[in-house]
Nanobody
Framework: QVQLVESGGGLVQAGGSVRLSCATS????????MGWFRQAPGKEREFVAS????????YYADSVKGRFTISRDNAKSTVLLQMNSLKPGDTAAYYC???????????????????WGQGTQVTVSS
């Protein structure tokens, strides 16, 4: 059973940076495509970034491209999301997710992810 646990959220001023971490267990982590999603109050969950199982390919939502960086350390079974130049519009609960059937590829579709963490809150003040 794959388990995901996010950490690193908090309160930050606009223009600041935060690094989120997702610790994984229970699966063959090094081959699984991973993603980060976010959900603001009253809004639907949306895609943020995805990384392939090997870490060789990444994919970003247009809204975060150039500001956020997704990476992974397969030796530590961890996925990171470095968030720079944060804006109030980035305020949301951020969720780590692993591809269903342990697929290794990229995806921006919620339905392609079968395993989710509990989320970590990021609040950006103006």
């Amino acid at each position: 059973q794959v388990q995901l646990v996010e950490s690193g959220g908090g309160l930050v001023q606009a223009g600041g940076s935060v690094r989120l971490s997702c610790a994984t267990s229970g699966g063959t982590f090094s081959t699984v495509g991973m993603g980060w999603f976010r959900q603001a109050p009253g809004k639907e969950r949306e895609f943020v970034a995805s990384i392939s199982g090997s870490g060789g390919a990444t994919y970003y939502a247009d809204s975060v491209k150039g500001r956020f960086t997704i990476s992974r350390d397969n030796a530590k079974s961890t996925v990171l999301l470095q968030m720079n130049s944060l804006k109030p519009g980035d305020t949301a609960a951020y969720y780590c997710a692993a591809r269903s059937r342990l697929y290794s590829g990229l995806s921006n579709k919620i339905g392609d992810y079968g395993y989710w963490g509990q989320g970590t809150q990021v609040t950006v003040s103006s």
